[in-house]
């Protein structure tokens, strides 16, 4: 029985130098790429999606590409009382309440669950884990996609706690911020991501996509205690709240949301997202974004969540590995020197032969490819303005 087909980014499909040329040139055209599916630059393949799937978690989605390839993802959460170790000391927390207090102090007036806003939270808080059939839980790729995920889920803070005109003070920011429940305990969450296929492709958007929604989906008993009391929660679970708040889709810009990771590649100066794994074969730059909805408090009014560049992370594509037939004199990996018990190949330019390009990308590139997924109406917008119009119920 052969093994698993083992995907990544960095290997190359089998077609010919001559298929992976005459792909190169369809997706640098100065006028335009010309992408195999027929897809524009910033299309996206066809998907479907589903929340509340998994019975017994508090959140859950499952989205399957065009392509068959399908993933699951459940969200669950425990409550846990928070160590002396992660919680602020005595003294940092009497500054950060005067400074959220307005330098009242204890006269501020302010209400009990202020703190909860101020307390940060714990990235080991969060914990996930990905399965890929054909991988290991320790080899390089699930454990990369794990934390190249989850260091856009903990790497933003909470910016603090908003009223919502009734005296409730609501937490926003990062999802950090959301798992405090007061100074001495707080929900931990683990999220379980199951790849239902071999990949057919890099599978980081697909796990991004499903994982946003499940967060979107997830939901937490209504806490009844207030303050510093031990939590306990009302039962009946009609009342539990979610996670990240819902709202009308007109108005997601006042809503944060969780983080979202999109995949992007470059061909000579044009940009190309949700790539295929043959697209991937001839790309220049891969690069991964991951963006976000978190409400600013210090923008001025209070309401401003536009999207937030949360991290950026280059992917060696194939063209960046040191092909066959590269004479060691010109191989970065000797550093230059040749070797003389291997007589050296000649890698002259051959018209219709794939040829990787070597070198890096210019930053004007790469500017780019942040600009068109961070610009107002761009591609993050569309992405997260899809997502949120997934029924969630």
């Known amino acids: 029985m052969a093994p698993p087909q083992q995907t990544s980014a960095s290997q190359t499909p089998l077609i010919s130098p001559a298929e992976l040329s005459y792909l190169y040139t369809s997706l640098s055209l100065p006028e335009g790429p010309i992408r195999p599916d027929g897809r524009s630059p910033t299309q996206f393949r066809p998907l479907t999606a589903e929340t509340s799937i998994v019975p017994g978690a508090n959140g859950s989605a499952r989205i399957g590409f065009a392509d068959g390839t399908e993933a699951i993802v459940g969200v669950k959460a425990e409550i846990e009382r928070t160590l002396a170790t992660d919680a602020l000391d005595l003294r940092q927390l009497q500054e950060l309440e005067q400074q959220y207090d307005g330098g009242g102090g204890e006269d501020s007036g302010a209400g009990e669950g202020s703190t909860a806003g101020v307390i940060g939270g714990q990235s080991s808080w969060v914990q996930m884990s990905i399965e890929i059939p054909g991988f290991r839980d320790d080899d390089a790729l699930p454990v990369f996609l794990s934390e190249m995920m989850r260091e856009s889920l903990v790497g933003a803070s909470v910016a603090g706690t908003a009223n919502d005109g009734e005296n409730n003070n609501k937490l926003v920011g990062g999802l950090k911020g959301r798992l405090v429940i007061n100074r001495r305990w707080h929900w931990r969450l683990y999220?379980?991501?199951?790849?239902?296929?071999?990949?057919?492709?890099?599978?980081?958007?697909?796990?991004?996509?499903?994982?946003?929604?499940?967060?979107?989906?997830?939901?937490?008993?209504?806490?009844?205690?207030?303050?510093?009391e031990d939590p306990f929660f009302e039962d009946d679970w009609n009342l539990a709240e979610y996670l990240y708040p819902r709202g009308e889709?007109?108005?997601?810009?006042?809503?944060?949301?969780?983080?979202?990771?999109?995949?992007?590649?470059?061909?000579?100066?044009?940009?190309?997202?949700?790539?295929?794994?043959?697209?991937?074969?001839?790309?220049?730059?891969?690069?991964?974004v991951s963006i976000g909805r978190e409400i600013d408090e210090t923008a001025g009014g209070g309401t401003n969540a536009n999207l937030k560049l949360l991290s950026i992370r280059t992917i060696d594509p194939p063209s960046r590995l040191t092909q066959h037939g590269i004479p060691d004199s010109e191989n970065a990996a000797t550093m230059g020197v040749a070797t003389t018990d291997i007589p050296e190949r000649t890698d002259e330019e051959v018209a219709g032969v794939w040829k990787p390009r070597r070198g890096g990308v210019s930053r004007g590139v790469i500017s780019h490819m942040i600009k068109v997924v961070l610009e107002r109406g761009g591609v993050g917008d569309e992405v997260m303005e899809g997502l949120e119009r997934v029924d969630v119920t």
């Open 249 to 288: 889709h007109n108005n997601l810009r006042n809503q944060a949301r969780p983080p979202v990771t999109l995949l992007v590649i470059s061909a000579d100066k044009n940009v190309i997202f949700d790539p295929t794994r043959e697209e991937i074969a001839v790309a220049d730059f891969v690069l991964a």
């Open 191 to 228: 999220i379980d991501i199951l790849l239902l296929s071999p990949p057919q492709s890099y599978p980081l958007p697909l796990l991004s996509l499903t994982t946003h929604l499940a967060l979107l989906s997830t939901r937490l008993p209504k806490l009844k205690s207030q303050g510093e």
